[in-house]
């Protein structure tokens, strides 16, 4: 098997296999990409070409609505309901007058939704000391005022790289390449969450947490970009296949274009990505992790 930077596997996604997108963004209020084909017409295809299922997430108030009309008038997708987090682009105070719009939502509208995300930690959005500070706090304040809901989560975890480290304090513990991973853990062990309820969407890593979380009973969930990018595939390697999951994230993570407009029926492509590394028959991968998605969000 090669590991060379940004190489696509020598495989084609098969046709026809039953597929399943745990987190993906769309319609888009505010496209991020411009879509390539309406969002109806990629509705369309997606279940005239595939049998399957996907699951919209939301990523905060701002876009719940719009999201929460689409997946009501539509049968067949289903949706999680995320927040905010604090960051350089959204302070504490943003974050908390969505706050209670959030937790309304989540408290009182609970058969509208399967699952609660996407939110987390993600340093690369926050650079400072206390924004990631706050961060923490508040991924923990949203766990302990939820944890009674029984929802799966969806989580966004980004660690701090090299590129950014808190220039001002860089050897401060935030800038270990795995500190959030670590952080999130420790605050699911202490608020008693089992991990069988946490979905680590578009798994980035570091390579050696992949089979560690998935042994503490996380599911991992693969981007369709592994399909044409290695370092999305090489976090796969060593997770069982009970513990994976598919997700396109569009309309980013295109399968093997940098920056293209993506869309759920591309799941196939991380479909294939998992075959592949795992010398498996892509029928084999998508029936058992159609499954695991059935299981994680307790839909049929
Ligand atoms: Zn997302």
Redesign the pocket.
Known sequence: MSYRKNEAIPIKPEPDLPIVDC???FPDKEPYRKPTHSYESQYEFFFEKHNGQFII?S?SYYDYEYIQNYTESHEKIYLTVGCLKPSDRYGMDVVMKEHPHFMDIVENKTDTYVGIG?FGLDFHHAKTLSIRQEQIEYFQKVIQETKHLNKPYVL?VRNATQRDIDQKNPNHEFNQRDFCNKTIVRIFEEEGIKPEKVMW??FSGPQDWGPKLAKMGYYISVPSSAYGFNRWRRNIRGVPLDKLLTET?SC?QHPFKMGGFNTPANVKYATAAIAYVNDMEQQEVAEKVLENARKFFGIS
Do not use: I, L
């Open positions: 987190h993906c963004h997430s990523s996407e966004h969407h578009c994230d980013f």
